[in-house]
């Protein structure tokens, strides 16, 4: 494989095809670019924006789904490095088709944006809040110790629940979530699909109890699964997944 040369010559936007690339920078509100058209400084502008542009929820301005995945997969990772503790919530707005049907999609949007401001305001710059579904979220909170889990996870609930969407004159609608969390398995190589699986257990718990409220495992997961087994000492036993 040939090394890539130091420096590269001016590019040509019209050649590059990049039409619709600027386009799409120009309507998430990236109008200036540095540098002149097809310098390298403008071409990274553009990369970069589009990069954010494929890591951001449209309506929300959130990490999506993919970014959510990328960044679960690099702190089930530090966990099993580092031992340090992390936790992941999974959201879910408490009769969110209801809102849909009643009030139209447009107030939905907005209830959907309303849980977004608060989750921005509930979180360290260190955790990652992410829309991953129509009305699901997420956060990544690295290093957050037992001892503070439901402290947060409560405090973010609280803070939806006095969030107040107006439309119209007569309109005042009230919000809640449901919120379940999990921590990552420390010191064990463990799966994003695992960890998002014992969160969302401890959501569907937080629903079946009547919404509106907060469940986290009592205590950080002990035991290792099978799947965890394999993966730590690199084997897995034909028995073990059945």
Request: contains cysteine.
């Amino acid at each position: 494989m040939s090394a890539l040369p130091e420096s590269l010559p001016p590019a040509d936007p019209a050649a590059l095809q990049l039409d619709r690339a600027l386009q799409l920078l120009q309507q998430s509100g990236r109008d200036a670019l540095p540098g002149a058209p097809g310098s390298a400084a403008w071409l990274q502008a553009v990369i970069d924006g589009l990069c954010e542009i494929s890591s951001r929820d449209a309506l929300t301005g959130l990490s999506n789904r993919r970014a959510f995945e990328a960044a679960l997969n690099r702190e089930i990772d530090r966990v099993a490095r580092s031992g340090e503790p992390a936790l992941l919530l999974m959201l879910d707005i408490d009769h969110f088709k209801r809102v849909n049907d009643h009030h139209g999609h447009i107030v939905g949007d907005q209830v959907i944006c309303a849980v977004a401001e608060c989750l921005a305001e509930c979180v360290r710059p260190m955790d990652l809040p992410a829309r991953i579904g129509g009305e699901e979220f997420a956060v990544i909170l690295p290093n957050c110790p037992p001892a503070f889990g439901q402290t947060v996870a409560e405090r973010i609930r609280q803070r939806i629940e006095q969030k107040v969407i107006t439309a119209g004159l007569s309109l005042r609608l009230g919000i809640t979530v449901s919120v379940g969390g999990a921590y990552a398995p420390q010191w064990v190589r463990s799966t994003p699909a695992l960890w998002t699986e014992r969160a969302d257990l401890q959501l569907y718990r937080a629903k079946s109890e009547g919404r509106n409220r907060t469940c986290l495992e009592p205590t950080p997961v002990s035991n290792v699964s099978a799947e965890e087994k394999g993966l730590l000492f690199g084997t897995t036993m034909p028995g073990d997944l059945e």
